[in-house]
């Protein structure tokens, strides 16, 4: 085979585009110098200093471009067990005629010696991410439940920071008892984030893509929406396929699936909790929260305090995270 080049393409959500590195890796992995790749995306950073790519120009005639999708994945996942990231090389194959597997069950990310050595927050914590997007409530969990969680946690010495995106059409309502950094940096520095904390714990979110990308625990409020072979970074299901390196470390995600009518078999993939305006992608089951007067879907609220506390508890218990020991103040470098 004589050398291809190829311009990769892929411009929607963060967490689309860091699920997407997984291809990238995989394709130099198995071509080495026969391909070059070089990527254009809405969230650069995403790919900073990737030793996978190489520049290449759009003008240049020897360049193939190709723009990734996964929309139809997402209708094939309520048939087949596949994951997410492997979509992506699902379309690159079927686009290019090449063969690309997956080789890792988890995302691409690299950051820079500087961003390793120097932790953005002093000491051990867990990143919370509390809220999300308000086109997708239906990915939203009790917000007063957050923090109950925090409650429980932090008299056994577990110490916690909140994080999200402050812009238009975001909600993160300040928990209390946390360093509060909701707002602070952008992508590449929620990486930072992520990179050094012990744990994370979100809903279905661009974190979560983060966190197995760096080998990091993560507890997944996911309810029904979602099929967890389409999402979760776990072995259960066999959804990297058969040349894929097992999870290094898999995510305890929470989900609903079978337990309801409206996601007995695949997610319902709703994107509202209530109908607001001409809304046609609406829960089926919405339910006002016991602990707030929040209303949340069913298959979220069917997710206890006492799930998420026992799912941070077990990285511990299972001797995945070292044991707590003395908590120590945190700040901002």
């Not at 967890?228 to 699936?257: C, Q, S």
């Amino acid at each position: 085979m004589g050398k291809r080049r190829f311009i990769l393409t892929h411009k929607l959500a963060p967490g689309d585009v860091v699920a997407s590195t997984a291809l990238v890796r995989d394709i130099k992995l198995k071509y080495g110098r026969e391909v070059e790749v070089d990527f254009r995306t809405n969230m650069k950073a995403v790919y900073e200093h990737n030793p996978y790519l190489t520049p290449l120009r759009d003008n240049d005639a020897s360049s193939e471009h190709i723009t990734l999708c996964y929309g139809r994945g997402i209708t094939a996942a309520g048939r087949e067990k596949i994951h997410f990231t492997t979509w992506f090389h699902r379309d690159f194959n079927n686009k290019s005629g090449l063969d690309v597997t997956p080789r890792h069950s988890k995302p691409d990310l690299h950051l820079t010696e500087y961003e390793k050595d120097n932790p953005p927050i002093t000491g051990r914590y867990w990143l919370v991410l509390g809220g999300g997007k308000m086109d997708m409530t239906t990915k939203h969990w009790d917000y007063g439940r957050y923090q109950e969680v925090i409650d429980r946690l932090r008299p056994y010495g577990l110490r916690f920071v909140q994080s999200g995106a402050l812009k238009k059409g975001h909600i993160h309502p300040p928990l209390d008892n946390v360093l509060n950094i909701v707002g602070w940096g952008y992508i590449r520095q929620l990486m930072w984030q992520v990179y050094h904390a012990e744990g994370v714990i979100c809903p279905i979110t661009c974190a979560m893509h983060m966190a197995a990308a760096f080998d990091k625990p993560c507890v997944v409020i996911a309810g029904g929406r979602e099929e967890p072979w389409w999402e979760a970074y776990v072995d259960d299901y066999g959804a990297f396929g058969l040349d894929a390196e097992n999870v290094p470390v898999p995510h305890k995600y929470l989900h609903t699936l079978g337990l309801l009518d409206c996601c007995e078999t695949k997610g319902c993939w709703r994107k509202k909790t209530v109908k607001i305006s001409d809304d046609t992608s609406v829960c089926h089951r919405p339910v006002t929260s016991v602990t707030s007067e929040q209303v949340i879907p069913d298959c979220m609220d069917m997710i206890t305090t006492d799930h998420v506390v026992e799912a941070v508890m077990s990285y511990y218990l299972d001797g995945t995270l070292p044991p707590i020991g003395q908590p120590k103040n945190m700040a901002i470098l």
